[in-house]
Nanobody, 125 residues
Framework: QVQLVESGGGLVQAGGSLRLSCEASARIANGYPMGWFRQAPGNEREFVAAISYVRIAAYYADSVKGRFTISRDNAKRTLDLQMNSLKPEDTAVYYC??????????????????WGQGTQVTVSS
């Protein structure tokens, strides 16, 4: 069982930046996806960004493209999300997730086996 622990959430004004970090208790194989999802009150959990070394690619939701950057360090077992130009609509609980098998469908929550406890991000207008 892999434990994921997020950190770095908080309160920030619109236009500001935050960096989320996720540390895994064990190494996630390069080809297995790792990603970030978020969930606002009353909404379903939605895809934010993911990274997989099968195709050496990063994937982003259209709503965050150009503002968020995902990065992964397998040696340190960490996954980061740099969030710039934050908007009030980015307010949500952000979850780190990791898969335990190869998958090209990095957008679906069902792809991921392990989840962190979540960290709150609040963007004030």
């Amino acid at each position: 069982q892999v434990q994921l622990v997020e950190s770095g959430g908080g309160l920030v004004q619109a236009g500001g930046s935050l960096r989320l970090s996720c540390e895994a208790s064990a190494r996630i194989a390069n080809g297995y996806p790792m990603g970030w999802f978020r969930q606002a009150p009353g909404n379903e959990r939605e895809f934010v960004a993911a990274i997989s070394y099968v195709r050496i690619a990063a994937y982003y939701a259209d709503s965050v493209k150009g503002r968020f950057t995902i990065s992964r360090d397998n040696a340190k077992r960490t996954l980061d999300l740099q969030m710039n130009s934050l908007k009030p609509e980015d307010t949500a609980v952000y979850y780190c997730a990791a898969g335990d098998h190869y998958s090209s469908n990095v957008y679906d929550t069902k792809t991921y086996t392990y989840w962190g406890q979540g960290t709150q991000v609040t963007v004030s207008s």
